[in-house]
């Protein structure tokens, strides 16, 4: 099983709404990713958890706020959003990068924030 | 900062010829490279790994890696308009994170 899952597929929001994505994966990787992508750019990295540990934050306005409640799952809880964050947002796992192992995406999120 | 490279194209190839794409990085130490192909409003899908230099062949796609020349690159043979994509060359960077090139699209025309 190569599956990371995220939900929901598609997200509609206001700039005052409080929304929360969601992933999981099940194949015991202990490392789990945040991207941001835009149209025709590549992914942005946003969080790397490493053993549930918040390992890097790449400067994220604080209206992003990631949570690891344990190795499986991994949320994004957004709130006050701005038009200019509306992106597909990527949820991504692996073993260990540093040691060649394979990054693995989920579907996406395709958020539209209004 | 680590860099990697792609140009964007679009590259366009007709129907049954082989499609070249390139990529260059610049950290000299990177020891894996990945390929991923991603379809317009959809997530990006891991096509192939390389480690060592030289060719790695699976299927219709070869990667070739020549890690002197910084220099990584994705033949697809007998293209078909169903690999008409966004090809992302990624290479691993220190933290557990990977660089993501800017991407190349590729068309394929039938």
């Known amino acids: 099983d190569t599956e990371v899952t995220q939900t929901p597929k598609h997200l509609v929001m206001g700039m005052t709404n409080k929304k929360s994505l969601k992933c999981e994966q099940h194949?015991?990787?202990?490392?789990m990713y945040w991207y941001k992508q835009k149209a025709k750019k590549p992914p942005e990295l946003m969080f790397v958890y490493s053993y549930e540990k918040l390992s890097i934050n790449e400067s994220v306005p604080s209206r992003f706020s990631p949570e690891c409640p344990n190795s499986s799952l991994l949320n994004l809880h957004l709130h006050a959003l701005q038009p200019e964050d509306s992106a597909l947002y990527l949820c991504?796992?692996?073993?260990?990068?540093?040691?060649?192992?394979?990054?693995?995406f989920g579907s996406g999120t395709q958020l539209s924030v209004l | 900062q680590k860099e990697v490279e792609q140009n964007s194209g679009p590259l366009s190839v007709p129907e049954g010829a082989i499609a070249s794409l390139n990529c260059t990085y610049s950290d000299r130490v990177s020891q894996s490279f990945f390929w991923y192909r991603q379809y317009s409003g959809k997530s990006p899908e891991l096509i192939m790994s390389i480690y060592s230099n030289g060719d790695k062949e699976d299927g219709r796609f070869t990667a070739q890696l020549n890690k002197a020349s910084q220099y990584v690159s994705l033949l697809i043979r007998d293209s078909q308009p169903s690999d008409s994509a966004t090809y992302l060359c990624?290479?691993?960077?220190?933290?557990?994170?990977?660089?993501f090139g800017g991407g190349t699209r590729l068309m394929v025309k039938p």
């Open positions: 194949m015991g990787h202990r490392a």
């Open positions: 990624a290479v691993p960077g220190a933290g557990n994170m990977l660089t």
């Open positions: 991504a796992s692996s073993q260990n990068l540093d040691r060649g192992e394979k990054l693995f």
